[in-house]
């Protein structure tokens, strides 16, 4: 069974950073493009991040490019988002998920992040 | 960006009823579109695949059709199981884009 598991939300302040982690397993996660995708309060899904299986390629929406970096161990089954300069339109749930051609099979189960002062 | 426009925004069903969610690109996107389903406090789970490609443990009431720049999900007799919040995605260009999403309500 694939599982994702999602950790590393909390409060921060304006201008902070946190760095998310989603470790996988069922699945040979060293095979697989993973993505993170955030939901904003009440509003829609946003893609934010995608890194190659083997992370020799990764994309960013503009709305995150140059604060947040997207990166894995294999070794580990872990996916992470690094985010920095974080601000108030970052709060969010953010999902980590897997991927078979850009399609987002599997999702996990989301971990809050809220940024405020 | 490929900017996606699904309507209607909500949705009053009834149980029983057939009812069809549609999905617009703003440019093609072949058939590289795919419909997700969040039910409340879930994460989104996939539905559809490819515009119309059935996903394995989903039941067979949902389906899809389209290509290009025009798309529809069909529920064929909706259950109060599927008042939900229905995405659609496409994965044809970077960056990939979500539908603001249809909310079905209960009439």
């Known amino acids: 069974e694939v599982q994702l598991v999602e950790s590393g939300g909390g409060l921060v302040q304006p201008g902070s950073s946190l760095k998310l982690s989603c470790v996988a397993s069922?699945?040979?996660?060293?095979?697989?493009?993973m993505h993170w995708i955030r939901q904003a309060p009440k509003k829609g899904l946003e893609w934010i991040a995608l890194?190659?299986?083997?992370?020799?390629?990764?994309y960013y929406a503009d709305s995150v490019r140059g604060r947040f970096t997207i990166s894995r161990d294999n070794s580990k089954n872990t996916l992470y988002l690094e985010m920095n300069s974080l601000r108030s339109e970052d709060t969010a749930m953010y999902y980590c998920?897997?991927?078979?051609?850009?399609?987002?099979?599997?999702w996990g189960q989301g971990v809050m992040v809220t940024v405020s002062s | 960006d490929v900017v996606l426009t699904q309507s209607p925004a909500i949705l009053s069903v009834t149980p029983g009823e057939r009812i069809s969610l549609s999905c617009r690109a703003s440019?093609?996107?072949?058939?590289?579109l795919h419909w997700y389903q969040q039910k409340p406090n879930e994460s989104p789970r996939l539905l559809i695949k490819?515009?119309?490609q059935s996903i394995s443990g989903i039941p067979s009431r949902f389906s899809g059709s389209g290509s290009g720049t025009d798309f529809t999900l069909s529920i064929n007799g909706v259950e109060l199981e599927d008042l939900s919040i229905y995405y659609c995605q496409q994965g044809n260009s970077l960056p990939w884009t979500f539908g603001g999403g249809t909310k079905l309500e209960l009439k």
């Open positions: 069922g699945f040979i996660f060293s095979s697989y493009n």
């Open positions: 440019e093609s996107v072949d058939t590289y």
């Open positions: 998920a897997k991927s078979t051609m850009g399609i987002f099979d599997y």
């Open positions: 490819y515009a119309s």
């Open positions: 890194i190659y299986y083997d992370s020799s390629n990764k």
